[in-house]
């Protein structure tokens, strides 16, 4: 098999698919916003840090470097329309939970709400954002983790029932619904 070179910018294509969250926030009004994003990932146990990557005009991005609190929740491909939905462009204000007529639940330890048609939600702190290119790499504390009861197996995802979203990359995605285990 021959190998080619792909564009460097592209790299991120092949570092697909990635898993799928829609971040909340809050203005300094108090007013929600939501969006998904794709460039994640944990980056410490403990304490137990998640790392997001931002485009800095986003209103995600403006709203938490005010208010230092976001919300990461893991949608299913039962709302992947309603994720779509969210990462339509709307002015500031606009709360993209009522527009994708998804419902938004007070979390107890920050003022962006979760969503209650996710699989599971994190409650975070904003611990520091850097400059990274062309993106603001956000890393967030978690301070409480909610998941639907019926959405672990053995102390895992169970991915194979709740199908999780991930990105390729523009409208393309594929639901993470097969296991695979090591075979001995
Ligand atoms: C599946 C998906 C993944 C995305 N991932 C990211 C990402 O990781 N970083 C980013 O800056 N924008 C990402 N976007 C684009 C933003 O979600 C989109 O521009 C959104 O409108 C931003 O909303 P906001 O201005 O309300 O924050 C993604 C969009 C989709 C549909």
Redesign the pocket.
């Known amino acids: 098999m021959e190998f080619v070179d792909l564009d460097v910018e592209s790299f991120y294509r092949v570092l697909a698919p990635?898993p799928?969250i829609i971040?909340t926030?809050v203005n300094p009004e108090g007013e929600v916003?939501?969006?998904?994003?794709?460039?994640?990932m944990p980056v410490s146990v403990n304490p137990p840090l998640i790392a997001?990557?931002?485009?800095p005009?986003?209103?995600?991005?403006?709203?938490l470097e005010k208010t230092r609190e976001m919300v990461v929740n893991i949608p299913s491909v039962d709302i992947l329309k309603e994720?779509?939905v969210?990462?339509?462009?709307?002015p500031?204000g606009v709360n993209?939970i009522e527009k994708a007529g998804l419902t938004a639940m007070d979390s107890d330890t920050v003022k962006p709400p979760w969503i209650k048609e996710c699989l599971a939600h994190m409650e975070c702190e904003i611990e520091f954002t850097r400059e990274c290119g062309d993106?603001q790499l956000v890393v967030g504390r978690v301070k409480k983790v909610g998941v639907r009861e019926d959405a672990l197996k053995d102390g895992l995802l169970n991915a194979e029932e709740m199908k999780p979203?991930l990105?390729l990359g523009g409208?393309d995605?594929i639901v993470g619904d097969h296991r695979k285990i090591v075979p001995k």
């Open positions: 990635r799928t971040v926030t916003n939501a969006a998904p994003f794709s460039f994640t997001v990557a931002s485009v005009r986003h209103h995600t991005y403006q709203n994720l779509w969210t990462g339509e462009k709307f500031q993209e993106h979203i990105h409208e995605f």
